[in-house]
């Protein structure tokens, strides 16, 4: 699967895939950073930190956006009452 870093405007992009954009936790040094960073890949879209010297390993929130993606994950949505 292959990532893409998609340099769109990442307010713009937040709001049209309805992804949140609160502080992310670095899994390195543990500190928090807010999303600075468009994503794309198959069947998803999404957010992440660039790297701000820990390495790559940065976090991310993604959200499906096709149709297969997105029942998948409604599959494993907690049933209500």
């Known amino acids: 699967m292959k990532l893409c870093i998609v ?3 990442i307010e713009k992009w937040a ?7 609160e502080n992310l936790e670095c899994p390195t040094c543990k500190k928090y950073f807010k999303p600075d960073t468009s994503i ?3 069947g998803y879209r999404g957010v992440t ?3 701000h010297g820990c390495g790559i ?3 991310f929130r993604v959200v499906p956006i096709d149709k297969e993606k997105i029942e998948f994950w ?5 049933e209500e009452g």
């Open 7 to 9: 340099g769109q405007n």
């Open 15 to 21: 709001n049209k895939y309805l992804i949140s954009l």
């Open 40 to 42: 794309a890949f198959k």
């Open 49 to 51: 930190l660039s790297n």
């Open 57 to 59: 390993n940065m976090p």
């Open 74 to 78: 409604e599959l494993l949505r907690p």
